[in-house]
């Protein structure tokens, strides 16, 4: 993935836990059953879960770019080739912005467990 498609990815993921935080409260507080905004946060860690695991996905993929090319059965790598060398500084590249979307999925694991385990306390606050 390019670096904007990660951002956008990550931006949309966060948006659509958001709509769905909102969505559950307002269904929470209309019904005065808290157990909506309890169970929203199952929906939010799973997609907290999508953008972990994405980082795998990429992870594996420039891990299949950096091998170079199998010749003969033997493995080689031409350090001197232009098309490896770009190949490895995109990945290296790329490597931060994978990161950064872990970390994000990584806050909406925790968000969502959290409101998974103890939403349906929200009601004594509100």
């Known amino acids: 993935m390019k670096k904007k498609s990660l951002k956008n990815q990550t931006l949309f993921i966060y948006s659509l836990s958001a709509i769905i935080l909102l969505f559950s409260l307002y269904t929470s507080y209309v019904t005065q059953d808290w157990q909506w905004f309890s169970r929203s946060g199952s929906l939010i860690v799973i997609l907290g879960i999508y953008l972990t695991s994405s980082q795998i996905i990429e992870n594996s993929h420039r891990l299949g ?7 003969d059965g033997n493995f080689r790598r031409d ?14 590249s790329h490597e931060e912005e ?16 959290l409101i998974w385990g103890f939403g349906d306390l929200f009601s004594f606050i509100v």
Not at 65 to 71: A, H, I, K, P
């Open 79 to 92: 350090w001197a080739s232009d098309k490896q060398e770009k190949i490895l500084q995109h990945a290296r």
């Open 65 to 71: 770019q950096r091998r170079g090319t199998y010749n």
């Open 98 to 113: 994978t990161w950064v979307m872990g970390k994000c999925g990584f806050n909406l694991l925790i968000l969502g467990t």
